[in-house]
């Protein structure tokens, strides 16, 4: 699908979609209960979908009626096969509740979900002499995870934490999971730990060290899942480019670590600063998009951008310069210089639901088409209806 922006100016108030990451953990704890939960202000996107299909492959249950899953846990199952389509949190959410069964499964999805990052899994299977096979659009493994003392590395990604955070306590014994600094994106840790502790399962953390207590149980939760701080940035950020719009359902006490886009917004309005963003990567693209528009400014912290959807540095910086602009990438780094963009250029979405979404930003003042927009499925389905709604110029094709 490709999608015409033309130049327009967003304004009204609109309500941020559900959290995506929230999502995720809120319904895996569900399915390890073993009596119903319900799960409620739901986005059904591609990754959350690949979520609730991987719960009824393993046994699970899921009634939906409207926003609201009905989701009733049972007996892990064994089963062959699992797809994840292009969800990272769904793989690497549930290869440690697959190593539960002692039996062999298979992850499947794009092929660009097995590029990347699996390491750490592949590291603790081979210790514990488990099965791990990783082809171009899979991944099989078969092993029995074990209590005992887990030691990753903190800059890859915090999804391999939950994902044992998420097993751990149903083995028999203690376990403790160390983390190797710089522990990154320790703010989705913070989000796997909430959702636990509402479940009933307890965590001790100290420091870097999580302590999980085994032969745990989960208990069935009632749960309404909060705006999306990752995908509110988008609508916020209309604000910095001439708009006016003011997003609403948002927890102001979240524990989601993209809180931060509306401080770092509202000061690159004001001048080209500096900002790390090693605990919210999820927010470059469309930071970049509004340091380009207004002062510029320098990221640090980004390294792992390029084991995202796509090369999202590398992307931001074909698609900026593209339409005028000039953007410096390094290893761990981004500097983002101001410029007046082109009109009615045409931006490629690589795949990437916050590249889409970034470039439809950014067209607003300039007007453009972009190629592949249909990847805004990944997590925010009626993104364009939505920005419609808030007086954007869009035209389908």
Same mark, same amino acid.
């Given at each position: 699908?490709?999608?015409?922006?033309? !130049?327009?100016?967003?304004?009204?108030?609109?309500?941020?979609?559900?959290? +995506?990451?929230?999502?995720?953990?809120?319904?895996?704890?569900?399915?390890?209960?073993?009596?119903?939960?319900?799960?409620?202000?739901?986005?059904?996107?591609?990754?959350?979908?690949?979520?609730?299909?991987?719960?009824?492959?393993?046994?699970?249950? %899921?009634?939906?009626?409207?926003?609201?899953?009905? %989701?009733?846990?049972?007996?892990?199952?064994?089963?062959?096969?699992?797809?994840?389509?292009?969800?990272?949190?769904?793989?690497?959410?549930? %290869?440690?509740?697959?190593?539960?069964?002692?039996?062999?499964?298979?992850?499947?999805?794009?092929?660009?979900?097995?590029?990347?990052?699996?390491?750490?899994?592949?590291?603790?299977?081979?210790?514990?002499?488990?099965?791990?096979?990783?082809?171009?659009?899979?991944?099989?493994?078969?092993?029995?995870? !074990?209590?005992?003392?887990?030691?990753?590395?903190?800059?890859?990604?915090?999804?391999?934490?939950?994902?044992?955070?998420?097993?751990?306590?149903?083995?028999?014994?203690?376990?403790?999971?160390?983390?190797?600094?710089?522990?990154?994106?320790?703010?989705?840790?913070?989000?796997?730990?909430?959702?636990?502790?509402?479940?009933?399962?307890?965590?001790?953390?100290?420091?870097?060290?999580?302590?999980?207590?085994?032969?745990?149980?989960?208990?069935?939760?009632? +749960?309404?899942?909060?705006?999306?701080?990752?995908?509110?940035?988008?609508?916020?950020?209309?604000?910095?480019?001439?708009?006016?719009?003011? %997003?609403?359902?948002?927890?102001?006490?979240?524990?989601?670590?993209?809180?931060?886009?509306?401080?770092?917004?509202?000061?690159?309005?004001?001048?080209?600063?500096?900002?790390?963003?090693?605990?919210?990567?999820?927010?470059?693209?469309?930071?970049?998009?509004?340091?380009?528009?207004? !002062?510029?400014?320098?990221?640090?912290?980004?390294?792992?951008?390029?084991?995202?959807?796509?090369?999202?540095?590398?992307?931001? !910086?074909?698609?900026?310069?593209?339409?005028?602009?000039?953007?410096?990438?390094?290893?761990?780094?981004?500097?983002?210089?101001?410029?007046?963009?082109?009109?009615?250029?045409?931006?490629?979405?690589?795949?990437?639901?916050?590249?889409?979404?970034?470039?439809?930003?950014?067209?607003?003042?300039?007007?453009?088409?972009?190629?592949?927009?249909?990847?805004?499925?990944?997590?925010?389905?009626?993104?364009?209806?939505?920005?419609?709604?808030?007086?954007? &110029? &869009?035209?389908?094709?």
């Amino acid at each position: 699908m490709d999608i015409t922006v033309k !130049k327009s100016t967003a304004q009204g108030e609109i309500f941020a979609p559900p959290s +995506k990451s929230i999502a995720h953990r809120n319904l895996i704890c569900a399915f390890l209960a073993n009596e119903e939960s319900q799960i409620s202000s739901l986005a059904f996107s591609e990754d959350i979908k690949a979520t609730i299909n991987c719960i009824k492959a393993l046994g699970g249950e %899921v009634e939906l009626l409207g926003d609201t899953a009905k %989701v009733n846990g049972r007996t892990l199952n064994v089963c062959d096969e699992l797809f994840c389509n292009e969800s990272g949190s769904t793989l690497r959410f549930f %290869v440690p509740i697959a190593l539960l069964l002692d039996k062999k499964v298979t992850f499947r999805g794009a092929k660009r979900l097995f590029e990347r990052p699996l390491g750490i899994y592949e590291e603790i299977c081979k210790k514990h002499g488990f099965l791990f096979k990783k082809g171009e659009d899979y991944l099989t493994v078969k092993g029995k995870l !074990k209590a005992g003392e887990y030691v990753l590395q903190g800059d890859v990604s915090s999804q391999f934490i939950t994902g044992l955070l998420f097993a751990l306590p149903l083995c028999d014994g203690d376990s403790v999971i160390k983390i190797l600094p710089p522990f990154e994106s320790a703010s989705y840790v913070d989000l796997t730990l909430q959702a636990l502790l509402d479940s009933g399962i307890s965590i001790k953390k100290e420091g870097n060290n999580f302590y999980i207590k085994g032969n745990q149980s989960y208990r069935p939760i009632k +749960k309404a899942v909060e705006g999306d701080m990752s995908n509110a940035a988008f609508l916020y950020a209309f604000n910095a480019l001439g708009g006016s719009v003011t %997003v609403k359902g948002i927890n102001e006490n979240t524990l989601q670590g993209d809180r931060v886009y509306k401080e770092i917004i509202d000061v690159m309005k004001e001048r080209n600063e500096t900002f790390d963003v090693s605990d919210c990567p999820d927010l470059v693209p469309v930071l970049m998009v509004v340091a380009a528009m207004n !002062k510029g400014a320098t990221f640090v912290g980004t390294r792992r951008l390029k084991i995202k959807e796509s090369d999202r540095g590398e992307v931001m !910086k074909q698609e900026l310069e593209n339409v005028g602009g000039k953007v410096n990438v390094f290893e761990n780094s981004i500097e983002v210089f101001p410029f007046k963009p082109l009109v009615n250029k045409v931006a490629n979405g690589h795949n990437d639901h916050r590249i889409v979404m970034s470039m439809a930003l950014l067209f607003t003042l300039c007007g453009g088409k972009i190629e592949g927009a249909e990847a805004v499925a990944k997590s925010y389905p009626d993104f364009f209806e939505k920005i419609a709604s808030l007086g954007v &110029i &869009i035209e389908k094709s």
